[in-house]
């Protein structure tokens, strides 16, 4: 679909569910009248910046004053199908039908084909992910599902083995204990089992677990990303070039302070609007950073893309009106092979906010003053903001410290 065509599309379905949710949600006519709009105000998805952002933080809270859903349902309880329970606790409301199409795409996108026999390890208890969102997705696209859910290593082992299931649903790092259990059994990840294409999500998988688990199994692994609440926002196709941004959902990415939308390269908190009328969540804020492009992608897919998860909204801290992230304080360490370990400190002193990075080299006694500047170029190149880097002896920098510690006191 061209971009303008797409827009359109958004825009049409965006006005729709604005009015179902507004008439059927008491939490969105809520949100709506305390700035005193109507559904008529919002034509747009520029015009979704005139709605506040509900943060996913939020939800417990809401949900806890106003139980069970914070008044976020858009269809009366007997309606349901279920509830889940995600930790928080959050509760969401379940459809009859399940009919969103985020996780489909992303299955389809992966390699997953009609008549697969898929693995499906995510938890089919308490959340709607494995249940809901991911086996009625199996089945749209055409798979044979096998609920396994979660856990019983030795048992999913078995199970691939003896069923020669083709794709495969759950966390890489679960992928990884699969592997690690088949080679600690004697088998062969590449004879003994047929996995083709995993799609993974919960977690973000690293590069290097990815390319290491591809390898072992001889398979292709895509990420999705979404959330319990919301769904599938985001899914990446074979080029691997981001998460493509699924026909069912507008994404916006937003400054985290004003709401206001950012556009294409700039980075900001993701903001997910879904049409599903059950559960019309507007706006919801992730608390999750990432940026988009809107770059023509060679798999032929129009929509934009989240380049990639960043790090969390929370984590952010602003020094001298800036933010910075702990992604770029490991951007910055990262291109200095030589640093062990870092912490940045964030201190105070008069009046004036002070950026350090406090570096444990690998090497005892190799510190110098040109490693010094060069690594206070690299701060600034990244950051964009001035840092005194301050090198440590080895073991000064306690193990799980965060990696911005923000120790300013506001009197
Ligand atoms: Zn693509």
């Keep these: 679909m061209a971009q303008e065509k797409r827009i359109e599309y958004l825009q049409r379905r965006l006005r729709g569910v604005i009015q179902y949710a507004y008439k059927h949600s008491s939490a969105i006519k ?32 809401l949900q806890k004053r106003n139980p069970p859903f914070g008044g976020f349902e858009g269809v009366p309880i007997h309606e349901l199908r279920r509830i889940y329970v995600s930790p928080g606790p959050i509760n969401e409301p379940g459809e009859m039908e399940y009919d969103e199409l985020g996780w489909v795409q992303g299955m389809y996108a992966a390699g997953f084909r009609p008549g697969d026999i898929a693995i499906n390890t995510f938890s089919y208890h308490m959340v709607p992910f494995g249940l809901n969102m991911l086996d009625n997705s199996l089945q749209r696209v055409g798979c044979v599902t096998v609920p396994t859910g979660v856990g019983n290593t030795e048992q999913q082992v078995h199970i691939l083995r003896s069923l020669k299931a083709r794709a495969f649903c759950g966390t890489p790092s679960f992928l990884l204990n699969i592997a690690e259990k088949g080679v600690e059994m004697g088998l062969d990840l590449k004879k003994d089992f ?48 981001g998460m493509h941004i699924p026909d069912d959902k507008i994404v916006e990415i937003v400054d985290p302070e004003t709401g206001e939308q950012l556009g294409p390269g700039d980075i900001g908190e993701v903001v997910g609007t879904t049409f599903n ?8 804020g992730t608390g999750d950073l990432s940026f988009l492009s809107d770059r023509p992608c060679p798999c032929g897919r129009t929509s934009p893309r ?23 304080a490991d951007e910055v360490a990262l291109k200095h092979p030589q640093i062990e370990k870092y912490q940045v400190l964030v201190t105070r002193r008069e009046h004036k906010d002070e950026m350090t990075f406090q570096v444990e080299l690998k090497e005892e006694g190799s510190q110098s003053e040109k490693l010094k500047e060069k690594i206070e170029r690299s701060i600034r190149d990244v950051m964009k903001v001035r840092g005194n880097v301050q ?10 410290a965060k990696k911005i510690d923000d120790q300013r006191t506001w009197e």
């Design 30 to 61: 809520n949100i709506l009248d305390s700035v005193g709009l109507k559904p008529r105000d919002i034509q747009t998805i520029k015009d979704l910046e005139k709605i506040p952002i509900t943060k996913k933080s939020d939800l417990a809270e």
């Design 194 to 241: 047929n996995l083709q294409t995993g799609l993974v999500a919960a977690e973000m998988v690293s590069e290097s677990l990815r390319s290491k688990l591809e390898e072992k199994f001889g398979m292709i692994i895509r990420q999705g990303y979404g959330t319990a609440d919301i769904g599938c926002l985001g899914y990446e196709c074979i080029e691997k070039n």
């Design 277 to 284: 009328k059950v559960y019309p969540l507007i706006r919801l």
């Design 306 to 328: 989240l380049v990639k998860i960043l790090g969390r909204v929370d984590q952010a801290t602003k020094v001298r009106g800036l933010f910075v992230h702990p992604w770029q």
């Design 391 to 400: 090198f440590v002896s080895k073991g000064m920098i306690p193990d799980g």
